[in-house]
């Protein structure tokens, strides 16, 4: 498994498939596509087209590789994550928010999967990101 942006040293590379962050909640999964960006466009293992997000914090990345959920998809597929923290009061009285669209190219199925997942905690924003990640654990994802 490839992973983009995680320390290479500690996660060994398995197989071809990845996992990569992605700074848009798209992954362009048709490779005949493009986005309309001045950002650079990085291509996955499988050739799909994303903008790599550099923002996310480190220890982040490192978290989400390790849920097995995510890992074993990213074993099959090129995954992509697109994760964002919204803090409390950002958009009218709304709690601190974490939000992350999880997706993947499924090539046996020639089609593109999502899944979504979110926390939300009046008290901090780690509260709420850790909500976010026991969802994903349990697989407690928001309908699409």
């Not at 848009?24 to 996955?44: D, M, P």
């Not at 903008?51 to 995954?79: G, H, R, S, V």
Request: hydrophobic residues 35%.
């Amino acid at each position: 498994m490839k992973i983009n942006s995680i320390d290479k040293y500690r996660i060994q590379p398995s197989m071809q498939a990845g996992l990569y962050f992605s700074k848009t909640s798209n992954v362009i999964f048709n490779k005949n596509a493009n986005y309309k960006t001045e950002e650079i466009v990085k291509l996955s293992q499988e050739g799909f087209k994303y903008i790599e997000d550099t923002k996310t914090p480190q220890m982040i990345k490192e978290k989400f590789a390790k849920i097995p959920f995510i890992k074993n998809l990213a074993e099959k597929f090129d995954t992509f994550i697109f994760f964002r923290e919204i803090p409390k009061g950002a958009y009218m009285n709304f709690d601190n928010f974490s939000y992350t669209k999880i997706s993947w190219g499924d090539t046996t199925k020639k089609m593109a999967e999502i899944r979504r997942a979110e926390g939300n905690s009046p008290i901090s924003q780690t509260l709420a990101t850790e909500k976010m990640f026991k969802n994903i654990e349990k697989e407690t994802f928001v309908n699409i």
